[in-house]
């Protein structure tokens, strides 16, 4: 089945008074902390990423935004302001989350480990931007073991940046924010001298599970045109009150971001994954909330939380996709749009076409419904009614979503070796064999 043709815009970023809260991004990624943000009620003025493929995602998710395909390692806080076109004016709150890979060695601090960089230019960042709140988002394994000594060191370098941060920190579970999924992530917050402290947020009572996320969306086996392509026009009824409003069926009152011109009888992001018939039966077999022994994938129970959405490996270290959940009723892994609804992201956004990358680009990222919430109480901390904007973003050339990396780093004008490429020689037999599994 061929897509319908559709109208598309090329949306130029228009210079206008903003008179909402004022974030940047540092380590975007596709852009998920980023929509959490403006979900609460900030404009996103700059968002920097140094992979060209999130980049062009991100920009075409955002078109106000200015995407900066750099690493934080070689640009300034000015040029973060000259770029974003924000010049003087008073940041609110700069957001990321920057890899941690080095451990606190007697006798070296950990951000003096070169494999630390990106924590550390995040800390330069925050202090040469100087916002009202700081906040730094990880995973729960930095306060454990050694780890726990590089946080303690974070939290001195934020401090002597000039920042209180709000302790004792908090591991936040995206599950009890409203997200169908077991998501257990750090966050750090600071707050500028003289500003009001925020708190982090508490979890909310209803619980979201994992049919009431994806039970409407169609089978992407039934279209065989999602072979090829990610996306097809169709019709289906959706129920669920968070599908509804992911979908964008329902109002949500407590969403603050721009609304989006897209057509909600397209299904997107669902380009199949073809499975042998020995894995289709060993998919069938497995109880749903089980692993499934061969392709160690999880089953998803409907009535359950998804498990944690991982991103799997780079291009430097192989490009393998990360173990993807098994369907709760039909005989093959998850689609992107799938996993997208399990990690909270509205129907509009759109990934990658590939399923590497959009499976990447989702399992790098922050549930927006988790980041909202954080964001949030910072809003209220600033004592700033969130208003909702009447404009509406229309999307982007959708040519944004099919770069590989060369076409990528072309367009951005960065080197095609910014994110090392993978060595297929080097691929073992036990990854070969989860290639074709998955």
């Known amino acids: 089945m061929e897509l319908p043709t559709e109208v598309w815009y090329n949306q130029p970023i228009m210079k206008e008074k903003i008179n909402r809260p004022v974030g ?102 925050v202090r040469e931007l100087k916002p009202k709140y700081c906040v730094f988002e990880n995973v729960k394994g930095l306060t454990v073991g050694k780890h726990a000594k590089f946080l303690e060191e974070l939290i001195e370098a934020l401090q002597d940046a000039g920042y209180g ?14 997200v169908p999924q077991q998501r257990h992530r750090l966050f750090l917050i600071g707050t500028r001298k003289g500003e009001p402290s925020p708190q982090y947020p508490e979890p909310i009572s209803e619980h979201v599970h994992v049919w009431d996320a ?55 992001s669902s380009m199949r994954t073809k499975h042998t018939p020995l894995s289709q039966e060993r998919f069938l077999s497995t109880k749903q909330g089980d692993t499934e022994p061969v392709s160690r994938f999880h089953k998803l129970d409907p009535a359950g939380f998804c498990n944690t959405l991982r991103a799997g490996t780079d291009s430097a270290r192989g490009a393998f996709t990360s173990p993807r959940p098994i369907h709760p009723f039909l005989p093959r892994v998850i689609t992107v749009r799938e996993a997208a609804r399990l990690h909270s992201y509205p129907d509009w956004f759109r990934f990658h076409v590939t399923k590497w990358h959009g499976f990447r680009q989702i ?4 549930p927006p419904l988790l980041a909202r919430a954080v964001a949030s109480e910072l809003m209220k901390a600033m004592g700033v009614k969130p208003c909702r904007p ?39 037999p036990k990854n070969q064999m989860q290639l074709q599994i998955g």
Request: proline share 5%; net charge negative; with cysteine.
């Open 24 to 125: 940047i991004d540092l380590f975007a990624g596709a852009g998920g902390m980023s929509l959490g943000f403006e979900q609460a009620g900030f404009d996103i003025a700059a968002a920097v990423e140094i992979d060209p493929i999130h980049c062009a995602t991100h920009e075409f998710n955002f078109p106000c935004t200015k995407t900066i395909c750099a690493s934080v390692v070689d640009i300034k806080g000015s040029e973060i302001r000259r770029m974003a076109g924000i010049a003087d004016r008073d940041i609110d709150v700069v957001f990321g989350g920057a890899p941690c890979q080095g451990f606190s060695m007697i006798g070296k601090r950990a951000l003096d480990d070169s494999r630390n960089q990106l924590v550390f230019h995040y800390v330069r960042l």
């Open 165 to 178: 941060i709000l302790l004792p920190y908090k591991v936040l579970n995206a599950s009890k924010y409203g």
């Open 214 to 268: 994806i039970g409407d969306l169609p089978n992407a086996d039934d279209y065989p045109g999602l072979e090829k392509i990610d996306a097809a026009h169709t019709a289906w009824d959706t129920g669920h009150s968070y599908a509804r409003k992911l979908r964008g069926l329902d109002a949500d009152p407590t969403n603050y971001g721009y609304k989006r011109m897209f057509d909600n009888g397209i299904l997107t």
């Open 363 to 366: 399992g790098n990222s922050v």
């Open 390 to 428: 009447t404009r509406i973003l229309h999307p982007q050339n959708p040519e944004l979503l099919s770069f590989d990396m060369k076409t990528a780093a072309c367009f951005y004008s960065v080197p095609y070796d910014t994110i090392a490429q993978r060595t297929r020689k080097d691929v073992s």
